[in-house]
């Protein structure tokens, strides 16, 4: 058996329970995803603190779009507001920013507030927080197989290494653990090709209120995995 490394160089979070906090207050669903924008940043830093190399944060799924219109425009709005205010803050704390999905389905000025941030950050050194925003796991293996398909990949040369330099980032590391808050056991279309080893981690914890404890108690039940990769 295999001691997972300490700290996991990889951790992925999806940040559940947004709309549930703001109904246990009587509040309305987007005032639930405001707080929880507002807690990545904290968390970003405790992760860092730990020395942990990569984050990947599930923002909105390609399933979200199914949600009430009024919703999704709340959550661009939102999206749009923390690139915003966040960015430079980011920047000067010499974190690397990442876009993780599919930018078309979003409003240009969007598009280009998302690609200015990855340009502003692309040279930072610190931890890289890859942003997970219409991303959706089958929908990534999908445009893997087509760009393959479009450079002219013959199948005898398609294995798993050439398979995952045509995913969205190649060069990010699979997750060495995936954290989901909120309560729910599922993966809900996230990261199926890179967390297939991954540790899964569940808490009943709403987003929202995942802070330094919450970090901890993750971070220590991974240091007592072990990680056998298929090996006995």
Not at 190 to 213: I, M, N, R
């Amino acid at each position: 058996m295999t001691q997972g490394n300490y700290p996991p160089q990889h951790v992925a979070i999806i940040m559940d329970g947004n709309g549930r906090w703001a109904k246990k207050r009587g509040l309305p669903r987007l005032v639930g995803h405001n707080a929880g924008g507002e807690n990545i940043r904290p968390v970003v830093k405790l992760f860092a603190n730990y020395g942990v190399k990569y984050l990947t944060l599930y923002m909105f799924s390609t399933e979200n779009w199914n949600r009430p219109k009024l919703e999704v425009a709340g959550l661009m709005s939102l999206l749009g507001k923390k690139i915003d205010r966040e960015t430079r803050a980011f920047h000067e704390e010499n974190i690397r920013l990442l876009h993780v999905g599919r930018l078309d389905r979003l409003s240009q000025k969007l598009r280009e507030k998302v690609r200015a941030a990855v340009e502003l950050t692309k040279n930072n050194t610190g931890l890289t927080v890859c942003l997970a925003f219409d991303y959706g796991g089958r929908d990534e293996i999908l445009y893997a197989a087509r760009r393959m398909a479009s450079a002219g990949i013959h199948d005898d040369n398609i294995d798993e290494p050439v398979f995952a330099r045509y995913l969205y980032n190649p060069d990010v590391p699979d997750p060495d653990l995936v954290i989901r808050t909120g309560g729910e056991s599922r993966l809900s279309n996230f990261l199926l090709w890179q967390a297939a080893y991954s540790e899964l981690y569940f808490t009943p914890v709403l987003w929202p209120d995942f802070g330094s404890k919450d970090v901890e108690e993750a971070l220590s039940e991974y240091k007592r995995r072990q990680r056998r990769f298929g090996k006995v």
